[in-house]
């Protein structure tokens, strides 16, 4: 039997927009719209931001997941979803003098960065264990820190446990597994876990093969483990983690290009990727078959 490789599709992230991209996903209606087309093109599992209709910004209120959800299960109950809980965790610091905040921070409270995820209760959400600088420049946006400290990340584990979600934790960097690890063992993680390596942002991990397999062997035992690279890294990414046991993630918030100068879709990313699992001898698993993978409860739990 080929093994089942679970596709993730992340359709938009919460950062500029490329401002020569066309019709990037940005109202609700967008948002959910490209979940069904990637679910139909074989996505197991959408992963989702929300952002504002009218700026286009990064909006975490819990009004907009909730009208992203309804509108993708209005059409489609079967395709898994997977909401962020990265957003509200930007500090950026006044360049005139870094121990102030910039008016652009955006540091939220554990509870309010999961109001989204304990009203809609999805079956996976993500739980960043990293802290790393980015660097500005984009839209005139200065340097910011994406901070996520040891104390707010148990705290938010605990409310997404009990809102009955598993936490797809995302790390960027090695010590990021072992602070997951540190969390698991102090009881806020349940094990068997489930780990997305995330390569190629710039000042972090490198998405290169080396990397991924030393970020792998750190894993805890048991793991479910996949991995994405961003940028012209995402689709040989897909075939290195397919090749090493583990699962997949592409879409637009890692990766707006098709090639060089060519803007994709995320239609178009989904079935680049899932032809090169079925290449590499493997299968896209269907949303009930990434549900088994995964542990998950189920839409009828």
Same mark, same amino acid.
């Given at each position: 039997?080929?093994?089942?490789?679970?596709? !993730?599709?992340?359709? !938009?992230?919460?950062?500029?927009?490329?401002?020569?991209?066309?019709?990037?996903?940005? *109202?609700?209606?967008?948002?959910?719209?490209?979940? =069904?087309?990637?679910? /139909?093109?074989?996505?197991?599992?959408?992963?989702?931001?929300?952002?504002?209709?009218?700026?286009?910004?990064?909006?975490?209120?819990? +009004?907009? $997941?909730?009208?992203?959800?309804?509108?993708?299960?209005?059409?489609?109950?079967?395709?898994?979803?997977?909401? *962020?809980?990265?957003?509200?965790?930007? $500090?950026?610091?006044?360049?005139?003098?870094?121990?102030?905040?910039?008016?652009? *921070?955006?540091?939220?409270? +554990?509870?309010?960065?999961?109001? @989204?995820?304990? /009203?809609?209760?999805?079956?996976?959400?993500?739980?960043?264990?990293?802290?790393?600088?980015?660097? %500005?420049?984009?839209?005139?946006?200065?340097?910011?820190? $994406?901070?996520?400290?040891?104390?707010?990340?148990?705290?938010?584990?605990?409310?997404?446990?009990?809102?009955?979600?598993?936490?797809?934790?995302?790390?960027?960097?090695?010590?990021?597994?072992?602070?997951?690890?540190?969390?698991?063992?102090?009881? @806020?993680?349940?094990?068997?876990? =489930?780990?997305?390596?995330?390569?190629?942002?710039?000042?972090?991990?490198?998405?290169?093969?080396?990397?991924?397999?030393?970020?792998?062997?750190?894993?805890?035992?048991?793991?479910?483990?996949?991995?994405?690279?961003?940028?012209?890294?995402?689709?040989?990414?897909?075939?290195?983690? !397919?090749?090493?046991? %583990? @699962?997949?993630?592409?879409?637009?918030? /890692?990766?707006?290009?098709?090639?060089?100068?060519? $803007?994709? !879709?995320?239609?178009?990313?989904?079935?680049? +990727?899932?032809?090169?699992?079925?290449?590499?001898?493997?299968?896209?698993?269907?949303?009930?078959?990434?549900? /088994?993978?995964?542990?998950?409860?189920?839409?009828? +739990?």
């Amino acid at each position: 039997m080929k093994r089942k490789v679970v596709l !993730t599709c992340a359709v !938009t992230g919460d950062g500029p927009i490329h401002p020569n991209y066309p019709d990037y996903p940005v *109202t609700p209606q967008q948002i959910a719209r490209n979940c =069904l087309d990637a679910a /139909d093109a074989g996505a197991s599992v959408v992963h989702i931001h929300g952002r504002n209709p009218e700026t286009g910004e990064g909006d975490r209120s819990p +009004a907009v $997941f909730r009208e992203i959800v309804e509108r993708i299960r209005a059409e489609n109950t079967d395709v898994v979803i997977n909401l *962020t809980t990265g957003m509200g965790a930007t $500090f950026v610091p006044d360049p005139q003098d870094e121990g102030r905040a910039h008016p652009s *921070t955006d540091v939220a409270s +554990a509870a309010e960065r999961v109001r @989204h995820v304990q /009203d809609m209760r999805p079956e996976i959400c993500t739980l960043d264990t990293t802290t790393m600088n980015l660097e %500005g420049g984009i839209a005139g946006a200065p340097d910011c820190i $994406f901070m996520n400290t040891p104390g707010t990340l148990a705290k938010m584990a605990d409310l997404i446990r009990a809102a009955g979600t598993r936490p797809e934790i995302e790390a960027f960097n090695p010590g990021d597994v072992l602070l997951a690890r540190n969390l698991m063992e102090k009881g @806020h993680i349940d094990a068997p876990a =489930l780990f997305q390596i995330c390569l190629g942002v710039k000042w972090s991990a490198p998405a290169d093969a080396q990397t991924l397999l030393y970020m792998k062997s750190l894993l805890p035992e048991g793991a479910v483990w996949s991995a994405f690279g961003i940028s012209r890294h995402q689709m040989p990414m897909v075939a290195l983690s !397919t090749i090493l046991g %583990g @699962h997949c993630r592409v879409g637009l918030e /890692d990766n707006i290009y098709l090639e060089r100068g060519v $803007f994709a !879709t995320n239609v178009q990313l989904v079935e680049r +990727a899932s032809r090169i699992i079925r290449d590499l001898g493997c299968e896209v698993a269907t949303p009930n078959e990434a549900r /088994d993978i995964l542990g998950l409860k189920g839409t009828d +739990a």
